[in-house]
């Protein structure tokens, strides 16, 4: 099992930024792929994100690319999301996953066996 942990949301204006950081720490050799979700009120958990950590390897929602980066320290045990150009409709709690498969495709929630509590990211002016 692994435990995660996610720190860096907030407040933003239209076009501002935040890092959110993943503290990872438990049986990291067994994961493959980690990745970025998100969920809105009322909405469905969504992938924004997604890294396959033993080859460094990086896919993302065509709703992010451009504006977010996915990326891990060398040491593996933190996982981070630069998100620029921020936008209201990404607004939204952000949860860091990790699953012990090399997941191929549309990120889905069901591939993932881990998650943190999320952090809240609201872009509003």
């Known amino acids: 099992q692994v435990r995660l942990v996610e720190s860096g949301g907030g407040s933003v204006q239209p076009g501002g930024s935040l890092r959110l950081s993943c503290g990872v720490s438990?049986?990291?050799?067994?994961?493959?792929?980690m990745a970025w979700f998100r969920q809105a009120p009322g909405k469905e958990r969504e992938g924004v994100a997604r890294?396959?950590?033993?080859?460094?390897?990086?896919t993302y929602d065509d709703s992010v690319k451009g504006r977010f980066t996915i990326s891990q320290d060398n040491a593996k045990n933190n996982m981070y999301l630069q998100m620029n150009s921020l936008k209201p409709e990404d607004t939204a709690m952000y949860y860091c996953?990790?699953?012990?498969?090399?997941?191929?495709?549309?990120?889905?929630?069901?591939?993932?066996?881990?998650w943190g509590q999320g952090t809240q990211v609201t872009v509003s002016s």
């Open positions: 996953a990790a699953s012990r498969y090399i997941e191929s495709g549309r990120m889905a929630p069901s591939t993932y066996d881990d």
């Open positions: 438990g049986n990291t050799g067994s994961t493959y792929s």
């Open positions: 890294i396959y950590t033993k080859k460094n390897i990086v």
